[in-house]
Structure formats: structure tokens, C-alpha cells
């Protein structure tokens, strides 16, 4: 729809419930952000915003919270590796989300090329430089120049659909009781 001098009018604002409400339901893979490795304390943080930007640089990017405690440490390290989480990975990812404790704690990895953690276990791994981050909204936008990357396992991934996580061969995993009456 256009106004009279063809311009589109803005569109309503959208409040926090709705967008999240709406947004649920693309579904997202979680992945865990890590960086540090031996001799140094390992950093890790789970996001559900990786996505490929670019193959010619080969460049990565993930939205990071700027009030995240984690981030801060993993920008200063300059690197990262992005481990995607198989769908029999959420406790892995529930022990990555927890502030305040140690998210290694009982995890087994390795250092990747660049010496950041390579968790066990994951689907595939995407070590990088930070190439530049943004600031948008609420949230940084970390772009990483793609070093090193391997498929580690035929595992699907781990996804996050509708508040709950899963993958998709498994929908009743998904929270399926939250559907009921659509």
C-alpha cells in the first residue's frame, strides 16, 4: 500500500512478545561462538544467528547481545571458531548458556587451527578472524574471515523452533504441545 505522493507509509512498530512470537517460528541452528584454548581460559557463548555472508572473501558473521559478559573476551582474543551443535547436543548447549559457570566444565574439545575450542561432538566447525563488528540495535554483528573449516560428523544439527529445540527429522522434539490448535 502507498500514500497519495507514493511513498510507503512506515510500518507499525512491532512490540518485543510479538516479534519474538512471529520470529519463533523461523527456525534457527544453534551454534556455539568459542575462543581461548590451551594456556588460555576458554570463552564460549551460544548463538542462534549464524549465517555465511560472503565466498569470495570467505567471510561468516553471528549477532552477538551487547550485554553479553562473554563477547567482550572473545572479541579481544581476534578469533573464533563457530561449532555447529548436533541435534544431541542440547545439554551442551544448556551448559554453554549458563552465566556465571564454568561452560567447559565436564565438556571434552580440542584446539582447532587457530587454537580456539573445537567441541566433540558437533556437526561441523568454521574457525575465523574477526574481520569487523557492527553495532546494530541491540546487538553486535560479527563478521570472521573464514580460516579453517571441517565436517566433523553426518549427525543432524541442532535447532531451535518455537521455544524448544530439536532437529528436523525428529518435529516431536519440537515442542509439538504448543502447536496444538493451530
Not at 571434552?108 to 557492527?134: F, T
Request: charged share 20%; with cysteine.
Amino acid at each position: 500500500m502507498h500514500s497519495a505522493d507514493g511513498t510507503k507509509p512506515p510500518s507499525p512498530a512491532a512490540d518485543g512478545r510479538r516479534f519474538r512470537e512471529v520470529l519463533g517460528n523461523f527456525p534457527t541452528s544453534v551454534v556455539a561462538i568459542t575462543a581461548g584454548g590451551p594456556g588460555e581460559r576458554p570463552e564460549g557463548m551460544i548463538v542462534g544467528s549464524f549465517t555465511s555472508v560472503s565466498l569470495d572473501p570467505p567471510l561468516v558473521a553471528f549477532l552477538a547481545d551487547r550485554s553479553s559478559s562473554t563477547f567482550p573476551r572473545i572479541r579481544a582474543a581476534g578469533r573464533y571458531c563457530v561449532n555447529a551443535l548436533a541435534a544431541d547436543q542440547e545439554a551442551v548447549c544448556r551448559a554453554m548458556a549458563t552465566k556465571g559457570a564454568d561452560r567447559f566444565a565436564g565438556l571434552d574439545w580440542r584446539p582447532s587451527p587457530l587454537g580456539n575450542p573445537v567441541l566433540d561432538g558437533v556437526v561441523a566447525w568454521v574457525d575465523c578472524v574477526i574481520e569487523d563488528v557492527l553495532v546494530l540495535g541491540d546487538h553486535h554483528l560479527v563478521v570472521g574471515r573464514v580460516h579453517d573449516l571441517r565436517v566433523e560428523s553426518a549427525k543432524t544439527p541442532l535447532l531451535f523452533f518455537r521455544g524448544g529445540y530439536g532437529d528436523y527429522f525428529s518435529p516431536t522434539a519440537m515442542v509439538l504441545d504448543r502447536l496444538v490448535g493451530w
